[in-house]
């Protein structure tokens, strides 16, 4: 069977590995340990070109006043922003307590919200920034958010993989790799963050929406084997 999973998190549940000892380039991880993920009789196929993993966005007005591109622009200006992060995220090592250790950035409060409330936030202007998935659909909202380059790659990459037990990915063989190259071609960011638009706002269920994704690439009658 197949299984789809974060990189980061699967290389360190199984590996035994701490989140910054894995590579921050998605693809290097992946080749470091594709004889790991053999040994223990599991097919690793190639990472997403999208990550899904938190992001620093800024209102597009905010961050052309403030010339915010990277996260390394912050500096000392976070000293006087206010910032909406998830619970727990000064505390998390994917989230902000990676970022402020990386970038030596200190903000002048933190605010402990939601997403849906973060956004709010930033469209009230309560907030400068707000920490957010880097797949929601907010995001492709044209002109209204920026998202800062995580330039020194503090946040460890949420890249998607997927996984096929030994057995299974025998029997799909070359064709199978193929078909999953394909699929993953396909999933840009700007595509999940439209997919997530669907099912968190419009709420279509995900086997409708993955079918109709599937059919409109073509890709739904492809077979392995």
Not at 204 to 221: S, Y
Request: proline share 7%; aromatic share 6%.
């Amino acid at each position: 069977s197949l299984y789809p999973a974060y990189e980061t998190d699967t290389i360190t549940q199984l590996f035994g590995l701490r989140p910054e000892e894995v590579p921050t380039n998605p693809n290097t991880a992946y080749k470091e340990t594709v004889a790991d993920f053999e040994a223990a009789g599991i097919e690793p196929y190639p990472p997403t070109t999208f990550t899904s993993g938190y992001a620093i966005a800024a209102p597009v007005i905010r961050a052309r006043k403030l010339q915010l591109r990277n996260v390394s622009d912050l500096g000392k200006l976070s000293r006087g922003l206010t910032i909406s992060a998830p619970p727990a995220c000064e505390a998390r090592i994917d989230c902000l307590a990676a970022i402020d250790d990386k970038y030596g950035l200190r903000f002048a409060a933190v605010d402990s919200l939601s997403t849906a409330r973060s956004f709010a936030e930033l469209q009230d202007k309560k907030a400068d920034l707000a920490i957010v998935d880097n797949t929601d659909p907010a995001l492709n909202r044209p002109g209204r958010y920026r998202v800062l380059i995580d330039n020194k790659h503090a946040v460890p990459p949420a890249n998607v993989i997927v996984l096929a037990n030994r057995a299974f990915a025998h029997r799909g063989g070359a064709k199978l790799g193929e078909l999953i190259q394909q699929i993953q071609n396909e999933l840009t960011l700007r595509t999940m963050r439209a997919l997530n638009w669907r099912s968190r706002v419009k709420h279509v269920p995900p086997g409708v929406i993955a079918n109709g994704f599937l059919r409109r690439r073509g890709l739904l009658h492809a077979r392995h084997g």
